[in-house]
C-alpha cells in the first residue's frame, strides 16, 4: 500500500472502522515506512488529547430556547409572505432564469471590444503623433514627388533610377534599374551630378511624412518622374 493511501485511512484505522484486509495492509505499511509511522503517532497522541478534554454539558433549556427561537422566524415569514411578496420573487426568478444565457455573451462581447479598443489605441496615436497643431489630418496617402531638379543636362543616353527618400524627402540611396549601352562608372558621375541639386516632397501617410520610393527616367532632353 502507497504513503498516500496509508494517510488517508490513519483516522479511520485508529478508530477500528477499516476492513481486516486494510489494517492488515495499513500495519505492514507502518511497519516498514519510519514516515507513515511517525505521522501515525502523532495522529494519535492528537487524538488521545482530544478525547482527555473535559466535557462541556449544554444548558438544560437550550433546547426549548431553539425551538422557541424557531418559532419566532417561522411566523415572522408567515407574516410576511403574501401576494406581493409571492409575485416578487416569482418575477425575480423569472428575470434571473432569462438573463443568465444573455449575460455570459454579454459580458464575452464588452471585454472583446475593450481589448480591442486599447489594441488599437496605440496604432491611432502614432498615427497623429508627428501631425503639427495647424494641419488637418487626412486619411489619404500620397507618393514621393519632384520638387526641383539640377538645370544640367544629363549626358549621352538613357537611364532608369530608383531612388529611396526618407520622411524628410532626401536621397538615402539609389539603384540603376536600366541604362543601356552606358560605361558604368561614367554613368553613375553623370546620375550623382543630376541628383545633387534635385529636390523631393516626401511621401505622406495620414498627413506625416513618411520614407518611400521614386523612380526617375534621366533622358539626354529630359527627366521624367513616377512615384
Request: with cysteine.
Amino acid at each position: 500500500m502507497e504513503c498516500f493511501a496509508v494517510r488517508r485511512l490513519a483516522s479511520a484505522y485508529m478508530d477500528d472502522a477499516v476492513s481486516d484486509q486494510d489494517r492488515s495492509a495499513v500495519r505492514r505499511h507502518l511497519s516498514s515506512c519510519p514516515g507513515c509511522a511517525l505521522e501515525s503517532r502523532k495522529y494519535l497522541e492528537q487524538r488521545q488529547a482530544l478525547l482527555s478534554l473535559p466535557r462541556r454539558t449544554p444548558p438544560a433549556d437550550l433546547t426549548v430556547r431553539l425551538r422557541v427561537a424557531a418559532s419566532k422566524v417561522r411566523a415572522q415569514s408567515a407574516r410576511g409572505a403574501g401576494r406581493w411578496s409571492h409575485w416578487r420573487d416569482g418575477l425575480q426568478l423569472t428575470i434571473r432564469n432569462l438573463m443568465r444565457p444573455v449575460a455570459l455573451p454579454a459580458i464575452g462581447g464588452l471585454c472583446s471590444a475593450v481589448f480591442l479598443f486599447s489594441s488599437l489605441v496605440p496604432t491611432f496615436q502614432s498615427a497623429f503623433a508627428a501631425i503639427a497643431p495647424g494641419d488637418v489630418p487626412t486619411m489619404l496617402s500620397t507618393q514621393p514627388m519632384l520638387k526641383c531638379t539640377a538645370p544640367i543636362a544629363f549626358g549621352e543616353g538613357d537611364a532608369v533610377v530608383d531612388l529611396r527618400l526618407d520622411d524628410q524627402g532626401r536621397i538615402v540611396d539609389y539603384s540603376i534599374v536600366s541604362a543601356p549601352g552606358q560605361q558604368s562608372d561614367e554613368l553613375r558621375r553623370n546620375i550623382e551630378n543630376s541628383l545633387l541639386f534635385t529636390e523631393f516632397w516626401p511621401a505622406t501617410t495620414f498627413g506625416r511624412g513618411v520614407a518611400g520610393t521614386i523612380r526617375i527616367s534621366f533622358r539626354s532632353s529630359r527627366i521624367d518622374v513616377r512615384g
